[in-house]
């Protein structure tokens, strides 16, 4: 790592197209779209000609310091004030460039599929020094790490995908392609997934229309089917803490909440299994004042659903023994706010109702917000004693291409490095939650736009505000010595956890990457 650094802060180039996204290019893309809308004409032209004012050097180095040295130092004392200056000022330089892209938001359409760069790039790369930026292969041998010249390749083509300029993207892909590898190191094989979003991405922008918009077709990749993706979600769970965290998490927060009630109901928005019930079950049969009746309803758009139902009858069993009265419902159908009505999900009298999300929610953001906020309101009408929430904490959903881009690869670099750290490098556990569950994530954040981007993750602060609005305040998780118990198990030293203004934070040597929440009403009793 010290040779990357090096490296990096000695040869990257100033006119790197990153350098773009800065405050005076913010403030004139500001001026030029409030003059076009008020001018009702169309915002963005695909040929028009862009500044590109520079960055300072030192703002580069702020950013090859917090992509390349991610050992933050994370507050784990529950109360979120004492945050280290040194922790703080990493975390600011990374997201100086997301904060930057993201004061310039675009609301879209949800028929606009080709966002941000792509409708205000010149016609070619070359133009802003796209070529340049990339050291040859003869240069990356002597005594540099190949592993950096893998990561100028791919800024350098995610730049040129970002232009459309096809050509030089195109070429990028194959020199990549000499070293990306899904077998190699962990660099290797991140680089893999995103060398393949891309190559992905550069298929549909061959298929825009003249309005901006993609025409149906198909991207040549290997369908997986659903047992191979839930073989490897239940491996991720199994191998590492990232889901087990949120499970967690979650249950304890309904646990605290359904102190006291002797009726409860949880929904389960986007159901597709029922790992992280058993353990809820448990906690609850343990109960001083003994078990209540529960009921789970299930909200899934699964197509096979024979599986989930089996699943579900054994848990039931699992409930009998323990004591616990559990009724199981399914509702086949996406969740959309029509369905979350009182009567299409037969709430009862008497029950305590939560509202559980587990990875789901950010499916509903989208460039307008509009269909999350509708998600949410539908909710605050249901009347829940809580609503539970696990996501990933990222910003995958940026109005820019190159943004989200820089974000995700820092992010998904952080997950490939715990994944080395914990699974052997061929083994066929990783391999498979790599290929099967984290290599889908990252195309669809890359390839897609429009209503086909289903990926798009958020941070913490994003969430707070965006319930904040709905109606929804946090209530602090108090589970953190369990959850440094829960991390004790996977025998990984580089697992680290966080309290941030009442979410709990899990992440890789300081890097924060899941988030897990609970919230109520803004009326409601906040004593638990």
């Known amino acids: 790592m010290e040779g990357f650094n090096g490296w990096l802060y000695e040869s990257f180039n100033h006119d790197f197209a990153i350098r773009r996204f800065c405050s005076a290019r913010v403030e004139l893309e500001q001026g030029e779209l409030g003059d076009a809308m008020n001018n009702d004409i169309e915002p963005f032209c695909p040929d028009d000609e862009i500044s590109t004012p520079q960055l300072a050097a030192s703002e580069v180095d702020d950013f090859v310091d917090s992509f390349i040295n ?183 927060a309904i646990c605290q909440a359904a102190q006291g009630k002797g009726s409860l109901h949880i929904i389960d928005l986007g159901m597709k299994h029922t790992l992280q019930w058993p353990s809820l079950l448990r906690a609850l049969a343990s109960r001083p004042e003994g078990p209540p009746t529960l009921r789970i309803t299930a909200l899934t758009s699964d197509e096979d659903l024979v599986e989930l139902e089996a699943s579900m009858k054994s848990l039931v069993e699992d409930a009998s023994s323990l004591g616990i009265a559990m009724e199981f419902h399914m509702i086949s159908e996406p969740v959309t706010p029509s369905l979350l009505t009182r009567e299409n999900l037969n709430l009862r009298e008497g029950e305590s109702l939560y509202i559980n999300s587990v990875m789901h929610l950010h499916k509903y953001v989208k460039e307008s917000r509009g269909s999350l906020k509708a998600i949410l309101q539908a909710i605050k009408k249901l009347g829940p004693a809580l609503l539970t929430m696990v996501e990933q904490d990222a910003n995958h959903n ?15 670099s952080a997950i490939f490095d715990s994944l080395e750290a914990s699974l052997p490098r061929h083994s066929p556990q990783r391999m498979k939650i790599e290929r099967l569950h984290f290599a889908e994530e990252i195309r669809n954040i890359v390839a897609y736009e429009g209503t086909d981007r289903m990926e798009r993750h958020e941070r913490a602060d994003q969430w707070r505000r965006q319930l904040g609005r709905a109606g929804f305040q946090v209530m602090g998780l108090k589970c953190l010595s369990q959850a440094r118990m829960m991390l004790s198990v996977y025998g990984c030293d580089g697992y680290t956890l966080g309290s941030e203004k009442g979410c709990l934070l899990l992440g890789w040597k300081g890097r924060p990457l899941m988030l897990a929440s609970a919230w109520q009403l803004h009326n409601a009793s906040s004593a638990y």
């Open 398 to 412: 940026g109005p820019f291409f190159l943004g989200r881009f820089l974000e995700s690869l820092h992010y998904y």
């Open 70 to 252: 991610m050992d933050y130092d994370v507050d784990d004392d529950g109360d979120g004030d004492d945050k280290d200056d040194r922790n703080s000022k990493k975390q600011q330089n990374f997201h100086h460039f997301q904060d930057k892209i993201e004061a310039f938001s675009i609301v879209n359409d949800d028929s606009l599929m080709i966002e941000g760069d792509e409708l205000e790039m010149s016609s070619s790369c070359e133009d802003l020094g796209a070529n340049e930026m990339v050291p040859s292969i003869e240069e990356a041998s002597h005594g540099v790490d190949q592993g950096l010249h893998l990561v100028h390749l791919l800024l350098a083509c995610a730049e040129a995908v970002g232009c459309r300029d096809i050509h030089l993207a195109t070429s990028m892909l194959s020199q990549i392609g000499a070293s990306a590898t899904p077998l190699g190191d962990s660099l290797q094989r991140v680089s893999y997934c995103f060398a393949t979003g891309l190559k992905s991405r550069l298929s549909l922008l061959q298929n825009v229309n003249g309005n901006g918009t993609i025409a149906n077709c198909a991207i040549d990749v290997p369908m997986i089917a659903r047992e191979e993706k839930m073989e490897a979600f239940q491996l991720l769970y199994q191998t590492t803490p990232y889901i087990a965290f949120g499970f967690m998490a979650a249950n304890e």
